[in-house]
């Protein structure tokens, strides 16, 4: 009786785990960075190395 429960008790207990991380926000003292050159950062970038996913084979 009591194993019927436990599937749901843990849905719950997951889905409000990710509606609480979801809410958290930018710290008081955190600031951006002023003098940030985007440019260097633009253009083509390489991959070195990957990590094969099962979802992504034969892609």
């Given at each position: 009786m009591k194993n019927r429960y436990i599937a749901p008790v843990l849905i719950g207990a997951g889905i409000a785990f990710l509606?609480?991380?979801c809410g958290s926000t930018i710290p008081k003292k955190a600031t951006a960075v002023q003098n940030f050159d985007k440019?260097?950062?633009?253009?083509?970038?390489?991959e070195?190395?990957?990590?094969?996913?099962?979802?992504?084979?034969?892609?």
């Open positions: 509606l609480y991380s440019s260097k950062y633009l253009g083509k970038w390489y070195i190395a990957q990590l094969d996913f099962k979802s992504e084979k034969g892609v």
